[in-house]
């Protein structure tokens, strides 16, 4: 794999940008959370499959920390990185650099890609375990006209709106009760025509962590599909243990 490589334009279509910059702190110390072990494996590759295992995705982009693009070039290296029973050479990878914020990450991943890639997705590393079904509803959704689409759930928890504390742990007075009816909890991957994206990247310069608002920002529609509950973020340390059940379920079920 080099990152001078570019997919042919005969397999343009659909690309992916992983950004994995970010430390993680939530998970404690030690590696970027992007690299921990799941399975024995670290969560950006299982991410990274989880891309490739969709036959629209012909492109990932991999936005690795400033001074670890080497690092996570050898551990893609290193690794089967396409599904099994996918044909080699069917998807390829590319990494590059990130910057400090995901904002500037995403927007270095998007730099990155050849012309031809009208649909982007944009994945978070810390959801290693999105099923292909919930990327290829988004990617389809896409490709009917959504300049922007998240993968959502509904919320199983009632929601208050607080006034924040003056001290981290004090009281917080409730000020509403939203109708969660109304409500959904967004995952990734999400999807973009990429020239909204581009643009919405070019225009908005509050830093966001949610891609789709920035395409709100333009006035532009997005939609929600589907999502699943195991394409849930791992942020603490009891989300590797769900992962692991959720991984021996699946070895137990497919067999792998």
């Given at each position: 794999?080099?990152?001078?490589s570019r997919?042919?334009?005969?397999?343009?279509?659909?690309a992916?940008?992983?950004?994995?910059?970010?430390r993680g702190?939530?998970?404690?110390?030690?590696a970027p959370?992007?690299?921990?072990?799941?399975n024995?494996?670290?969560?950006?590759?299982?991410?990274?499959?989880a891309?490739?295992?969709?036959?629209?995705v012909?492109l990932v982009?991999?936005?690795?920390?400033?001074?670890g693009a080497?690092?996570?070039?050898t551990?893609?290296?290193?690794h089967t990185?396409l599904?099994?029973?996918?044909?080699?050479?069917?998807?390829?990878?590319?990494?590059?650099?990130?910057?400090d914020t995901?904002q500037?990450?995403v927007?270095?991943?998007?730099?990155?890609?050849?012309?031809?890639?009208d649909?982007?997705?944009v994945h978070?590393?810390?959801?290693?375990l999105?099923p292909v079904?919930?990327?290829?509803?988004?990617?389809e959704?896409?490709?009917?006209g959504?300049?922007a689409?998240?993968?959502?759930?509904?919320?199983?928890d009632?929601v208050?709106?607080?006034e924040?504390?003056?001290e981290p742990?004090g009281?917080e007075?409730?000020?509403?009760t939203?109708?969660?009816?109304?409500l959904?909890a967004?995952?990734?991957?999400q999807?973009?025509?990429?020239?909204?994206?581009?643009?919405?990247?070019?225009?908005?310069?509050?830093?966001?962590?949610?891609d789709a608002?920035?395409?709100e920002?333009?006035?532009?529609?997005v939609?929600?599909?589907?999502?699943?509950?195991?394409?849930f973020?791992?942020?603490r340390?009891?989300?590797?243990v769900l992962a692991e059940a959720?991984?021996a379920?699946?070895?137990?079920n497919?067999?792998f």
């Amino acid at each position: 794999m080099s990152d001078e490589s570019r997919p042919s334009p005969s397999r343009a279509g659909t690309a992916a940008v992983i950004p994995a910059a970010g430390r993680g702190v939530r998970l404690g110390p030690g590696a970027p959370k992007a690299l921990r072990a799941l399975n024995g494996t670290p969560m950006l590759i299982h991410a990274v499959r989880a891309m490739a295992a969709s036959r629209s995705v012909s492109l990932v982009v991999v936005v690795a920390p400033p001074d670890g693009a080497a690092e996570v070039k050898t551990l893609l290296d290193a690794h089967t990185l396409l599904p099994g029973g996918a044909t080699a050479g069917s998807t390829d990878f590319l990494v590059v650099p990130g910057g400090d914020t995901r904002q500037e990450s995403v927007r270095f991943g998007l730099d990155a890609l050849p012309p031809g890639f009208d649909i982007v997705l944009v994945h978070d590393a810390a959801r290693p375990l999105v099923p292909v079904d919930t990327v290829d509803a988004v990617i389809e959704a896409v490709r009917d006209g959504a300049p922007a689409v998240v993968p959502a759930l509904p919320l199983a928890d009632t929601v208050k709106q607080v006034e924040p504390a003056s001290e981290p742990g004090g009281p917080e007075a409730v000020v509403a009760t939203p109708d969660r009816s109304r409500l959904r909890a967004v995952q990734t991957p999400q999807g973009f025509d990429r020239a909204a994206l581009v643009r919405a990247h070019e225009t908005v310069t509050d830093d966001v962590t949610d891609d789709a608002s920035m395409v709100e920002q333009l006035g532009l529609r997005v939609v929600t599909v589907p999502g699943h509950e195991e394409a849930f973020k791992v942020t603490r340390p009891l989300d590797l243990v769900l992962a692991e059940a959720v991984l021996a379920r699946r070895r137990l079920n497919d067999g792998f």
